[in-house]
């Protein structure tokens, strides 16, 4: 996922008539404070959408992040802050959520942000007219899954506005780790009036969308690689917001980004791995913790994938340590399963140490065994796929790195993988279409909680790409959902054993777990970095020498 970077843009600076150089940092007597209060920051690849109840990537969710507000607001490692809630109260059953919403909240369009705000945006995502890729995680909510399984009207969903500024939730059952969704984009606010307006282009274009947020997004026409934050001067907390501007450039070439770094013209850079070994020591160097997980999708409605030894012998071919050390590089963590070690603890302990099992390892006699065990089992004397990925220079790197390991360690005479690097958006939509022998694939958690990860690969789930489908795996991430939910402890075991089950049977494959090295200038002030949900939260940034 992308990385943090800051600039400060001194706009006293001097442009000298032709032919001279700009001069950074100059100041001019009379200048605004906030013109140097304008950050510049680099984004590993380009935005899908800014529609919350169609966005579907970590980019994009950081944007909204920043541009709209929910009823809370998550800031560091995740602890939930007010936003459009001035207030909750909760029944002793954790069945009844009442939010009291703050008056004065606006959107930029001078419209009061309202109760009823809510109740019309949870409803269109949940609505399988809108064909939102997100509606599973409303989970919970009173009459959601027979909504979304075409039972039931969107206008019974357990969501109420009682007068304006009181929102009543009802859930059908216990939701542990509800306030962190509330952070979340899928949950935030939108202005019927505005999607009415701007019907299918809503959300495609930064001009047909409308904001409450402590930014409002500009000069973004869906397919282009740079936009505009601007402070919103009708946000409830403005004077909180320092930061007059933001600039966003996409640089899917490390070198790229470090070159605009170095010269002054980004406040922060993506680092390859040898950039990050050259760097490691420099003012600015940090390497950003994050809930991402990088793994193969095996597409199983194809019949060589559906047989689990030739999934295994893949897995097991490819040396995860020299992948993480050599192509990645500095901070890069191996997987001990599908969730993200840091991500969540129990009594103390590590999610992803409990869940650990010996199946990621690099073992190429066991792959060999199993892959010829299984190209004999599906009629096959040799095999042949494409291997999909994105087209940043990481994707790229990642996609050749599983390419040479899987020819030379199973035999160039029995496998033969070809690589399609694609734009993300591309990458996505062929993902989402089951169009793909296998995906290099990645997901960043949307809340601190393992389910976050593991409901992801149930039967029928958005975004089972791969449609790996295990009848026990389902009955323990249901019981981690439904029975054993207020059993912090039971929830907590039910979801170790689908880890292992996942693992074992080599559902998905789990590469690596990334950790991102960049350059941050020092005088970049008061940025979140959260691991899960909206990652980067620059409401309280500001910029200090």
């Keep these: 996922m992308a990385m943090t970077a800051k600039k400060t843009v001194s706009i006293a600076a001097t442009l000298i008539t032709l032919g001279l150089t700009l001069i950074a940092c100059s100041s001019k007597s009379g200048s605004n404070s906030d013109d140097k209060q304008v950050l510049n920051w680099s984004e590993a690849t380009e935005l899908s959408s800014i529609d919350p109840s169609k966005a579907t990537d970590s980019e994009s969710f950081d944007m909204l992040g920043n541009s709209m507000e929910g009823l809370y607001r998550l800031g560091k490692n995740s602890k939930v802050k007010p936003g459009i809630a001035s207030s909750t109260k909760v029944s002793k059953d954790k069945l009844h959520y009442t939010f009291t919403l703050r008056k004065g909240a606006k959107w930029s369009n001078g419209d009061e942000v309202t109760a009823k705000d809510f109740v019309y945006s949870w409803k269109r995502t949940i609505d399988p007219k809108t064909g939102s890729s997100y509606s599973y995680l409303f989970d919970g909510v009173a009459n959601a899954n027979e909504i979304i399984n075409g039972k039931k009207a969107p206008s019974t969903l357990g969501v109420k506005a009682d007068g304006k500024y009181k929102l009543n939730v009802t859930l059908d059952k216990q939701v542990p780790y509800f306030k962190l969704l509330m952070g979340f984009p899928v949950f935030f606010p939108q202005n019927q009036k505005v999607v009415n307006k701007y019907g299918s282009k809503y959300g495609t274009e930064s001009k047909y969308m409308v904001y409450n947020g402590p930014f409002v997004m500009t000069n973004w026409t869906g397919s282009n690689l740079s936009w505009k934050f601007k402070k919103n001067t009708d946000y409830w907390d403005k004077k909180n917001v320092k930061l007059s501007g933001i600039n966003f450039k996409v640089n899917k070439s490390p070198a790229t980004a470090y070159n605009l770094y170095q010269s002054g013209k980004s406040d922060m850079s993506q680092l390859s791995t040898e950039q990050a070994r050259q760097l490691s020591k420099k003012p600015g160097f940090t390497v950003e913790k994050s809930g991402q997980m990088t793994y193969l999708e095996f597409n199983q409605k194809q019949q060589v994938f559906k047989n689990a030894k030739i999934r295994q012998a893949i897995s097991l071919a490819i040396n995860r340590k020299q992948l993480a050390g050599k192509v990645m590089g500095e901070g890069t963590e191996l997987p001990t399963g599908i969730v993200p070690n840091g991500l969540a603890k129990n009594n103390g302990i590590d999610f992803s140490k409990e869940a650990k099992t010996n199946d990621l390892r690099h073992d190429d006699t066991k792959a060999q065994q199993l892959f010829n065990e299984g190209l004999n089992e599906i009629g096959q004397d040799k095999l042949r796929f494409t291997l999909l990925g994105a087209d940043t220079d990481q994707s790229k790197d990642v996609t050749a790195y599983i390419q040479s390991q899987l020819e030379e360690h199973l035999g160039s005479d029995k496998i033969r993988v070809d690589v399609s690097n694609v734009p993300l958006k591309t990458r996505l939509s062929r993902s989402r279409e089951g169009d793909f022998d296998v995906v290099a694939a990645n997901w960043v958690a949307d809340y601190s909680d393992p389910i976050s990860f593991m409901e992801l690969f149930t039967t029928g789930n958005e975004y089972n790409d791969g449609s790996w489908s295990n ?56 940025l979140i970095v959260n691991s899960a949900g909206v990652m980067y939260n620059y409401k309280n940034v500001h910029l200090k020498d």
């Design 471 to 526: 009848a026990e795996y389902d009955r323990l991430i249901k019981a981690a959902k439904t029975t054993d939910a207020a059993n912090k402890d039971k929830r907590w075991e039910d979801m170790i054993q689908a880890s292992k089950i996942l693992s074992q049977d080599m559902g998905v494959s789990p590469l690596y777990q990334q950790n991102s090295p960049e350059m941050i200038r020092p005088k970049v002030k008061g």
